[in-house]
């Protein structure tokens, strides 16, 4: 068993640098990015041909009478600058909850003893002096206190995404979708890097010094290995890119119920589960073909029955702990689609650490058989079934 993973990694070593130290990893890592710019560039000029300056909302939390007192001042200065829109909350309402509305930058509060402004630094800086100025008008023109200029007491926040329910369900939809591209994009280079080396020989001479599970093994490790490589390039592109060009993108996603690093903990094992569930599965199948007409043919199936789990992982989003959403989890295939899902909706860790040991055990299972099927179809090696030794003696 020890000379098997030794000899595998050998295989994963030189399969890994024999793709990634070549030209044509290079364009492969291009390829993805080309739409991605292109979609943003259009996306950045529609939406600045058809963009409308959106105006701030400040939720007041204020009786009836204390609003419509300073929304007539807001509406006496408006002539003069631009102000924020302003908008009417219920006495006791929470400030950091009403932050979570989308559209809202700020909560005015407590006006009739010591108003206050809770929001995020910018957003403060942004309206802090038109709204004191709101207030100080208000005051005067009600009588409210002595004539001396108001003091507006600032309460500044860490600027943190909405994380309502609707938002998780969003990322969750949206971490999903990218999963299951992500792996049918990567997963099926095995089948024609598998055909290369049949219609070489390549394998037949690598069978001469190695055990034939070995090179299942290696191969499997070193597409992996490439895999990863890609999407930390593309993960640094994209981030360093939207840091600078759009950063509001970032700040517009939804905390996940885990936090963001136990999430992207969790998505790069349910990435490297799903990889090697899909890609063991593609590696048997591409020890069955001897053309790529036959490995199009034969993955075609496989693709279709893909998409299909991912539509059920899809439907748990909507509620992670009913019936179909429980045989998603269980199910092998979809069940790395569905956890990473949970994982945006729910808090709880434990589940994830049964579903991983669940998808390991699979994972075994799946590479054992795979191996079997690539050595006996690859190689024409292997015992044969007893079926068909009781059919030749006849």
């Avoid at 793709?19 to 529609?46: C, K």
């Avoid at 006495?91 to 909560?107: F, K």
């Avoid at 990322?171 to 999903?176: D, F, I, S």
């Avoid at 069978?207 to 390039?233: E, N």
């Amino acid at each position: 068993m020890m000379m098997t993973f030794r000899a595998a990694m050998v295989i994963a070593r030189r399969d890994y640098v024999a793709t990634v130290w070549s030209r044509a990893f290079l364009f492969f890592l291009l390829g993805p990015l080309f739409p991605i710019i292109f979609g943003m560039l259009f996306g950045a000029i529609g939406s600045r041909m058809g963009e409308k300056p959106e105006i701030p909302t400040i939720a007041v939390i204020a009786a009836p009478a204390e609003y419509q007192a300073l929304l007539a001042a807001h509406d006496r200065l408006g002539n003069a600058f631009p102000l924020a829109r302003l908008a009417a909350e219920a006495p006791g309402s929470n400030p950091d909850r009403l932050l979570d509305r989308p559209g809202i930058v700020a909560v005015l509060d407590q006006l009739s003893t010591s108003p206050r402004l809770t929001g995020t630094e910018a957003a403060i800086a942004a309206n802090g002096s038109a709204l004191r100025l709101i207030v100080d008008d208000m005051r005067r023109a009600e009588r409210l206190g002595s004539l001396e200029p108001t003091i507006l007491k600032t309460r500044p926040i860490a600027h943190h995404a909405p994380a309502t329910a609707d938002h998780r369900a969003d990322l969750a939809r949206g971490v999903q979708l990218l999963l299951l591209l992500l792996t049918m994009i990567l997963a099926g280079m095995l089948l024609s890097n598998l055909i290369e080396e049949k219609s070489s020989k390549v394998i037949e001479i690598l069978a001469a010094a190695v055990p034939v599970d070995a090179i299942f093994l290696g191969k499997l490790v070193a597409m992996l290995g490439m895999s990863l490589t890609g999407i930390t390039v593309w993960a640094t592109i994209a981030l360093t890119a939207t840091g600078i060009f759009a950063p509001y993108l970032l700040t517009a996603l939804a905390t996940p119920a885990v936090g963001w690093p136990v999430f992207i903990a969790l998505g790069i094992a349910y990435f490297i589960a799903c990889y090697l569930l899909l890609g063991a599965l593609f590696l048997g199948i591409g020890g069955q073909a001897a053309t790529v007409r036959e490995v199009q043919t034969l993955s075609m199936p496989v693709t279709m029955g893909q998409l299909i789990v991912f539509a059920l992982a899809a439907a748990s989003v909507e509620d992670p702990d009913n019936f179909v959403a429980r045989i998603a989890a269980i199910f092998p295939w979809s069940s790395p689609f569905t956890m990473i899902g949970r994982a945006a909706l729910r808090p709880e860790i434990w589940p994830h650490f049964i579903a991983l040991i669940w998808q390991g055990l699979w994972i075994t299972l799946i590479i054992r058989v795979s191996a079997g099927f690539f050595r006996r179809s690859v190689l024409k090696s292997g015992k044969p079934r007893r079926w068909f030794r009781r059919r030749a003696e006849t």
